[in-house]
């Protein structure tokens, strides 16, 4: 680098704040959207605390409810790391947010992000022992082996999350500080490093290949046992409900590993501004609503708990 070059870098100002951009372009979308989050937002807080409640129901209390309620908890973080900012921004017209501000943003989406990817594999392994070895499943998911799961998971994404968050926040931010985006995440702020990012990016793609693709090759291993093993049973009766209590699950890992990978493994071909804008509102609370859901409505023992819990306070009231 010539002298030249290198005093016009030490000109540039280093960025204090960031500017979420979100939908300028679209100011008549601000208010009809601030609305529809809102109304998202409070649905889902309901919708996982009702969880986390009747899985406390003293017929609930086994390994995969603990997993559920550990999950619903996460949901309801995940999504109050964003939403509450964007309904802020959705209607003010001061959008900025600090630099340690943002960095806490980015380092909490990926912390619980992770920690889900983790835990969904969890999930996994526990339907594996109650299908293919049910005579052991209290011995094996024992409480003590339960609670070190779901530890490992929470450590596991806390120490991933806060790998990248240093990467990212570790890069010079001296240029333009406005994210064309609705929250801070890696891919739209990346692109305002004044520095080559190449080497980032390629890490980038590792940690999420290795967070995303690992647990749902363990969760793919997993269900191919599964479904043998289910396919294997004599009673029709049996069947259904061993894919019964598997397809909840299924469904939630499709649902949040799809997302998931359209948004950080998409070829640069496809990613283009709008349709990082729509899967990023999607990826943020689609999947956190759904969740619980998809776990109430297919369950008949949270069905029947939910029924028990509506009856208690019928009789309270």
Not at 27 to 44: A, D, G, N, Q
Not at 251 to 258: C, F, M, Q, S
Request: proline share 4%; glycine share 4%; aromatic share 14%.
């Amino acid at each position: 680098m010539n002298y030249a070059e290198d005093s016009g870098r030490k000109n540039l100002t280093l960025v204090t704040e960031f500017i979420l951009m979100g939908l300028s372009n679209h100011r008549e979308l601000k208010v009809p959207l601030f609305f529809i989050y809102l109304f998202i937002y409070s649905m889902t807080l309901l919708w996982n605390l009702l969880i986390i409640i009747i899985t406390l129901d003293p017929a609930l209390h086994t390994p995969m409810y603990f997993f559920l309620r550990v999950l619903s908890f996460l949901e309801i973080c995940y999504i109050s790391v964003t939403i509450p900012k964007m309904l802020v921004n959705f209607l003010s017209d001061d959008k900025t947010i600090s630099y340690t501000g943002c960095a806490a943003q980015m380092f909490f989406m990926l912390f619980l992000g992770i920690t889900e990817c983790l835990l969904l594999a969890t999930m996994a392994y526990d339907r594996y022992v109650a299908i293919c070895n049910p005579l052991r499943y209290r011995i094996i998911m024992n409480r003590k082996l339960c609670l070190s799961l779901a530890i490992l998971s929470w450590f596991g994404g806390n120490m991933l999350a806060l790998t990248q968050a240093i990467w990212v926040f570790h890069l010079p931010f001296c240029g333009s500080n406005q994210i064309n985006y609705f929250f801070c995440d890696i891919p739209p702020l990346i692109k305002l490093a004044c520095s080559d990012t190449s080497i980032y990016e390629l890490q980038l793609f590792t940690i999420t290949m290795l967070c995303n693709f690992t647990p749902f090759c363990l969760i793919l291993v997993s269900y191919v046992v599964i479904i043998s093993t289910i396919l294997k049973m004599a009673s029709a009766e049996g069947r259904q409900k061993a894919f019964s209590t598997c397809s909840s699950h299924l469904i939630v890992v499709t649902l949040y590993y799809g997302s998931s990978c359209l948004i950080y493994l998409r070829p640069k071909s496809m990613n283009t501004l709008e349709s990082s804008k729509v899967l990023g509102l999607v990826y943020t609370t689609i999947t956190p609503i759904l969740n619980p859901i998809i776990y109430s409505l297919r369950n008949k023992e949270v069905k029947e708990a939910l029924r028990r819990l509506f009856r208690c306070g019928l009789k309270i009231y």
